[in-house]
């Protein structure tokens, strides 16, 4: 049996069509009579088994889908920088995405894949510019599934801050009942982007990219608090033993900067996290949430060891932490309202028991006075500990009147008996600040441009299907 293989069959040698013998063993089983030509289905039919041999003899492509996967895979693995602001990563995957149709998929296995592979690359390098790198990636990611899905169907999950944890990372088998975003809805309005209509497996890696959003997130802020918390301890106290070198330090620049080192040291801490978030170009809003938790995380810290140490609350100690805390207040002003966002704001309980403590002419105040204009944050019983522990150190007058007093010990007594658990100490809330909601309204237009993938491409050739525009 002879069959002429032509350019189509993908069989040409040396530009001329050529006659292949088949071997007795890759004929075609018999399949009854030899075919009438002169009977139309009889034609059909040749023409059918012509196309299977077709097939079956075709030679490979170049380079099938699970090589490309394999790919991307690996290139992802790696630092692949910025397109302007752009990551590129989030651009190559999601375009690899769109190119192999993965979101319109039943069954797939490529996102389990692109997870495993970024949490490698996040556990391989636990520094604080990976995280802030993937951090910027999977947000990236993140918002232009949720632009590009159009399915309107019943969401994952339902919005509701959560603490973080990173057990539920990967489990695919099931989803969480939690969750920071509506998986279901899409951005109305977003430009620039295909809509698709996203089955299950989609619908669940973004699902799982939210999670390990969070879970990066809270890495970052680890980061942060591991770093801050042996400050704090030595920033709750004056380190002078007199009153003698408070009055010299107003006096000497120098030597008011060594007294407030410390405090100099966490805004170096906080300037060095804020430069490395904005030079990975983590969304605004994420770093906003950040120090704003971090700020709160100092205010927790601060009062309570306040509130906790009786030597800690005298005239000279509350000169001491609020100027440690103008520095703070300053270098949240640097940062711009779009990066700390109301982080001063976050200090308010031990802004204002300091404010308590270097105010003037308390025996001259009210309770009414001190609670509404100087500590409207602080509960009764709290005012009620530290006025207890209060020293004048340096004038040595009487704290309050003797009518402040009696008021305040009424005032305590019935707000003990209005509430039934409180605790004078305040609580770390570790919970997760922000929804994808969030991230999607405040993140840019994403555009796509093939000069974004054009360098990556030019190294990486694998990828040059990315650059053919679709009609």
């Known amino acids: 049996m002879r069959i002429h293989r032509s350019q189509e069959n993908g069989h040409v040698l040396n530009g001329e069509p050529r006659q292949t013998e088949m ?17 139309q289905k009889d034609v059909e039919y040749g023409e059918k088994l012509q196309r299977v041999l077709n097939q079956k003899y075709q030679s490979p492509q170049p380079q099938q889908p699970q090589d490309d996967q394999q790919w991307l895979l690996t290139c992802i693995s790696q630092y692949l920088g910025f397109s302007g602001s752009k990551p590129v990563a989030t651009l190559l995957i999601y375009q690899c995405l769109l190119h192999w149709r993965s979101f319109e ?29 993937w951090l910027s990636n999977l947000s990236a990611l993140t918002v232009l599934l949720q632009r590009s899905f159009k399915t309107t169907r019943t969401a994952l999950s339902t919005p509701q801050r959560r603490r ?31 809509q698709v209509e996203a089955k299950y497996p989609a619908l669940l890696f973004k699902q799982q990219l939210v999670d390990l959003i969070e879970k990066v997130y809270g890495m970052i802020s680890d980061s942060v608090k591991k770093e801050l918390n042996p400050l704090l301890e030595l920033c709750i106290q004056d380190p002078r033993t007199s009153h003698s070198n ?23 801490v906080l300037t060095n996290y804020l430069d490395i978030l904005k030079e990975n170009h983590v969304p605004s809003i994420l770093v ?7 700020f709160s ?14 030597e800690c609350c005298s005239f000279s100690n509350g000169e001491y932490v609020k100027a440690g805390l103008a520095e703070l207040k300053h270098w949240s002003e640097n940062a711009t309202r779009e990066f700390a966002g109301s ?22 105040r009210t309770l009414r006075e001190i609670h509404a204009d100087v500590c409207e944050a602080l509960s009764i019983q709290q005012l009620e500990r530290i006025v207890s522990m209060y020293l004048d150190d340096v004038n040595g007058t009487n704290t309050i009147s003797a009518e402040f007093a009696s008021s305040l010990k009424a005032a305590a007594r019935e707000e003990a008996n209005t509430v039934t658990t409180f ?5 770390d809330d570790s919970s997760i600040p922000f929804s994808l909601d969030d991230i999607t309204k405040t993140m840019p237009v994403i555009e796509m441009a093939d000069d974004d993938l054009l360098p990556f491409v030019r190294e990486n050739p694998s990828f040059a299907f990315l650059l053919q525009r679709r009609e």
């Open 23 to 39: 071997r007795p063993s890759e004929a075609t089983p018999p399949v009854g009579n030899a075919p009438d030509l002169s009977n």
């Open 105 to 133: 998929a039943m069954k797939t296995g490529v996102f389990d894949s692109i997870l495993h592979a970024v949490n490698s690359a996040i556990e391989a390098q636990n520094d604080v510019k990976t995280l802030a790198y």
């Open 164 to 194: 973080f944890s990173s057990e539920r990372i990967f489990h695919t088998s099931q989803t969480s009942n939690t969750g920071l975003a509506s998986l279901g809805q899409s951005v109305v309005g977003a430009t620039g982007l295909p």
């Open 246 to 268: 408070l009055a010299k330090s107003h006096t000497n620049g120098l030597g008011q900067q060594k007294q407030l080192a410390h405090w100099l040291s966490i805004v170096k």
């Open 288 to 294: 906003n949430k950040l120090f704003v938790q971090i």
């Open 297 to 310: 995380l100092i205010d927790v810290q601060l009062f309570n060891r306040l509130i906790l140490r009786r």
């Open 343 to 364: 982080a001063w704001e976050a200090l308010k309980h031990i802004r204002q028991a300091v404010d308590f403590l270097v105010i003037s002419l308390k025996p001259m």
């Open 423 to 427: 605790s004078i100490l305040l609580d």
